[in-house]
């Protein structure tokens, strides 16, 4: 089994050649495509506005800082009960809603980032020698397609090197 | 932006005054270590000898310190506003001023942080504000604004914090792509392997709204927070219901103030007009008018509610700030807040460097004067004329506060040499991405 890589210097032909593949059978989990910026080309094509997985970190999150901030203000006022006048409530909701509030702000955020590390992968200093391009961080684009052989393997060089690459390596 | 931009240009562009500190940086680092010295020995004297070297005078026991807390919580929010809400406007502007900004929300409210310290005195006894378990089971009291504010505060930071660092991750990877060395090893590990793939693209996109969509309330809330360490006291001149969209405009207003007066130096120093210009300057000012405007009309209500009350109490705390023997905080106050921006609704003058850095000063001296004026008279004259007093800062106070700035713009001037000021993938969206079909119809 071979590595492709394929560096491109216009978006359009980066495009092309992620459609390309796609024609062949490959998907989004057989390439890697690197850009200096977000396109919302090239994650249209390869996820077809499938959601990132990232909210749900952030959903439990939120409900976990909500519930322990209020936890929190709750447990501890029962458990040191002050002699409060005029029939105010121990557990005040409104007075409690600020720290409650907080708390959910913060561990959404939390678990936002532990939702974004574990996605991406990161840290990602294992990342195959042909992902890292100086290139694909200033002006460049990248394809790395990875595990074809054969005629796949033919296939696939053409297609990225028809749609206009300045550069396809076998790795 | 006057040339035409590509991405190759934007990477080298930002990159271009990193690392490399010329004679007018130095000295400005020198200035900056002279402020921070000049607050250190205050700070050190106040530790040795007790509060009582600042000029706390009973009743007044918040001063200086809780002023220019408040000052810079304030600061911060234009950071965030900036970065987070007008994201999620998709405002096009923001882009260019957003990284510095940003950086300056932190740096802000790292400032802020310290002032609860050093207004307890014993700030070897500070980390008393965060509940802790304890073995007597002692908690805070969750009720009070100020154990709000150590939540709201820290979760600011926090997150302030990681949507910083969080925005920093792809522009890390292109410093680290542009070095070698030991300085390549550093920015390596602060990039975490960032490679620009269409996976970690996607996830850090979705993530990246969220940040923004969690920090918008924050700009909201924990000025609001801020404000009710005020508003919930029955003390005349505090207690009100208009503080907290009042100290939201206020802050957002001073902190727009404070992006004018980092970033005109920044952008002219470092040769970043084609990322940070007149456009930018102009927008910040408009938002200056507006919050400026609010904050006017809130100086104008709360005299009016503090009238039309007919509680004696509070109207007199009111005369007498204007009359009495704070008059010149309140002329200062009104001067640069209400009536020194002003000229800015003429656009030759918005979008003159002059105009724009001088106004942006005057708002920056008159906020703090805001919550001076709103702090110091209001527990200097409280309801027993016996208590009356006059609260005097010392040069302790005046040195940590100078201090304070030392403290702020050591860090600013440290990220501007270090890490990217603009953001460079968010710029590079801003700008047409090569396309072959448009090169071929070029040609």
């Known amino acids: 089994m071979s590595t492709l890589k394929a560096v491109y210097a216009h978006l359009d032909s980066l495009v092309d050649a992620i459609a390309g593949l796609k024609r062949q059978g490959l998907k989004a989990g057989d390439m890697a495509v690197m850009a200096p910026l977000p396109r919302h080309e090239i994650e249209e094509l390869l996820y077809e506005g499938e959601p990132s997985p990232v909210r749900w970190f952030t959903m439990c999150g939120a409900i976990f800082g909500g519930a322990s901030g209020f936890t929190l203000c709750a447990l501890t006022q029962v458990n040191w009960p002050m002699i409060i006048p005029a029939g105010k409530p121990l557990v005040s ?26 996605n991406c992968r990161l840290p990602g200093f294992s990342l195959p020698k042909q992902v890292q391009d100086p290139r694909f961080s200033n002006d460049h684009f990248g394809i790395v397609v990875d595990g074809l052989e054969g005629e796949r393997l033919s296939k696939a060089r053409t297609v990225l090197a028809e749609a206009g690459a300045v550069e396809v390596t076998d790795g | 932006m006057g040339r035409q931009l590509t991405y190759g240009v934007v990477t080298k562009d930002v990159l271009r005054p990193l690392f490399k500190p010329s004679t007018f940086y130095m000295a400005g680092i020198g200035v900056v ?12 004297q106040q530790l040795t000898w007790g509060l009582g070297v600042a000029g706390y005078t009973p009743p007044v026991f918040w001063g200086v310190y809780i002023t220019t807390f408040v000052f810079w919580i304030g600061i911060g929010h234009a950071g965030t506003l900036i970065s987070a809400i007008l994201f999620l406007f998709r405002s096009r502007w923001r882009t260019g001023v957003y990284r510095a900004a940003e950086a300056m929300t932190v740096f802000a409210v790292m400032t802020a942080a310290l002032f609860p310290a050093i207004h307890v005195g014993r700030a070897w006894n500070a980390y ?48 680290r792509d542009k070095t070698k060395g030991m300085i390549h090893t550093l920015y390596r590990a602060l990039a975490i392997g960032w490679h620009g793939t269409d996976r970690q693209w996607r996830h850090y996109m979705a993530a990246y709204g969220f940040f923004a969509a969690f920090a918008t309330p924050l700009v909201l809330s924990v000025h609001s927070v801020v404000s009710w360490d005020f508003a919930m006291a029955d003390t005349a001149g505090w207690h009100s219901t208009l503080f907290p969209p009042y100290f939201v405009a206020g802050a957002i207003f001073s902190g727009c103030a404070m992006v004018i007066t980092l970033l005109l130096p920044l952008s002219i120093f470092f040769k970043l007009e084609d990322y940070i210009g007149v456009w930018h300057f102009e927008h910040l000012a408009k938002m200056c008018l507006l919050t400026g405007s609010i904050l006017t009309y809130a100086y104008a209500t709360e005299h009016f509610i503090a009238w039309y009350s007919d509680n004696p109490y509070e109207w007199d705390i009111f005369v007498y700030r204007a009359t009495g023997d704070y008059w010149w905080v309140f002329a200062t106050m009104v001067f640069c807040n209400c009536l020194a921006p002003l000229v800015w609704w003429k656009k030759s003058i918005r979008q003159n460097y002059f105009w724009l850095f001088t106004i942006s000063i005057f708002v920056n001296i008159g906020m703090w004067f805001e919550r001076y004026n709103i702090i110091a008279s209001a527990l200097a004259h409280q309801f027993d004329p016996n208590a009356w007093t006059y609260y005097r800062p010392t040069y302790i106070e005046m040195g940590i506060l100078i201090g304070s700035f030392g403290w702020f713009l050591i860090w600013f001037l440290l990220f501007v040499k270090v890490m990217p000021s603009v953001a460079i993938a968010e710029v590079k969206e801003q700008v047409r991405p090569p396309l072959r079909d448009l090169e071929a119809a070029a040609k």
Request: aromatic letters at 22%.
């Open chain 1, 93 to 118: 909701i409104p007075c409690f809603i600020i720290i409650t509030f907080e708390c959910t702000v913060l561990w959404a955020s939390f678990l936002t980032l532990a939702g974004l590390i574990v």
């Open chain 2, 33 to 44: 270590l002279l402020m921070l010295a000049i607050g250190g020995y205050c700070w050190y």
């Open chain 2, 128 to 175: 008393w504000l965060f509940p802790y378990p304890n073995q007597r089971m002692l908690w805070q009291n969750f009720k009070s604004p100020l154990m709000w504010d150590v939540f709201a505060v820290s979760t600011y930071f926090t997150v302030s914090t990681i949507f910083f660092y969080v925005g920093l991750i792809p522009d890390l990877a292109a410093v």
